[in-house]
């Protein structure tokens, strides 16, 4: 028969000098055991975070998506050249500074007429919208501009005279609301609206001048 196994002494206890009591050990132990716990919860969590963020990457990635443009810009001068051969009569695009953008250029249609239309977005950040209406006269002029009335003539050279249009003509003294521009050339009328400044209708509309100057006989 083995003789009975030794038992353990008590442990010493650093700080005190002697052995720790029964009620100590227990203690030890019992303090050992939560932070255990809580190391193991803590893990977990961060186990569990990173197997969600691994499934969520994966469905991110396995899921087809539409290509998205990261560019809103339209490169109105290009699609002015492609539409050309849709029309009849050249069509004008003017020359604009790389400050001027467009999001909106485009072969449209107004009452059964053609019309191409670009919107620019200003070096001020607002818009102005171009249309050459092919075919247009001055009722089709004053059903486009709705109740704008001609507020003045506006002379930009190339002996091209701008017609200047407001929505509100008792707006004595000030920038009209509204502002817009027209004019006519190759049987077609030009038109401007929007919300740029009077300063940057004028700029368009005598690059719109000098293009037109260019395909005059």
């Given at each position: 028969?083995?003789?009975?196994?030794?038992?353990?002494?008590?442990?010493?206890?650093?700080e005190?000098?002697?052995p720790e009591?029964?009620e100590?050990?227990?203690?030890r132990?019992a303090e050992?055991?939560?932070q255990y716990?809580a190391?193991?919860?803590?893990n977990?969590?961060i186990?569990?975070?990173l197997a969600?963020l691994?499934?969520v990457?994966?469905i991110f990635?396995a899921?087809p998506?539409?290509d998205?443009?990261?560019n809103w810009?339209?490169?109105?001068?290009?699609v002015g050249?492609?539409a050309?051969s849709?029309?009849?009569?050249?069509?004008i695009?003017?020359?604009?500074?790389?400050?001027?953008?467009?999001?909106?250029?485009?072969?449209?249609?107004?009452?059964?007429?053609p019309?191409w239309?670009?919107?620019f977005?200003?070096?001020t950040?607002?818009?102005?919208?171009?249309?050459?209406?092919f075919g247009a006269?001055?009722?089709e002029?004053?059903?486009?501009?709705?109740d704008?009335?001609?507020a003045?003539?506006?002379?930009?050279?190339?002996g091209q005279t701008w017609t200047?249009?407001?929505?509100n003509?008792?707006n004595?003294g000030?920038?009209?609301?509204d502002y817009?521009?027209?004019?006519f050339a190759?049987?077609d009328?030009?038109i401007?609206?929007?919300?740029g400044?009077?300063?940057e209708?004028?700029e368009?509309a005598?690059?719109?001048?000098a293009s037109?100057?260019?395909?005059?006989?």
């Open positions: 028969m083995a003789p009975p196994k030794a038992s353990k002494p008590p442990r010493d206890v650093a005190l000098g002697r009591t029964p100590e050990t227990a203690v132990k050992n055991s939560r716990r190391r193991k919860t803590v977990n969590l186990y569990s975070l969600t691994g499934v990457a994966i990635f899921v998506r539409p998205i443009p990261k810009e339209v490169d109105y001068a290009a050249v492609e050309q849709s029309v009849e009569g050249p069509l695009t003017p020359d604009m500074p790389a400050a001027w953008r467009a999001n909106v250029a485009k072969i449209d249609r107004v009452d059964g007429l019309v239309k670009v919107n977005l200003t070096p950040d607002e818009y102005i919208t171009y249309r050459q209406v006269d001055q009722a002029l004053r059903r486009i501009l709705e704008r009335v001609p003045g003539d506006l002379a930009l050279g190339a200047t249009f407001a929505l003509s008792d004595q000030a920038e009209p609301v817009a521009l027209a004019t190759f049987e009328a030009f401007l609206t929007g919300s400044t009077v300063e209708f004028a368009l005598r690059a719109l001048t037109i100057a260019q395909v005059t006989p």
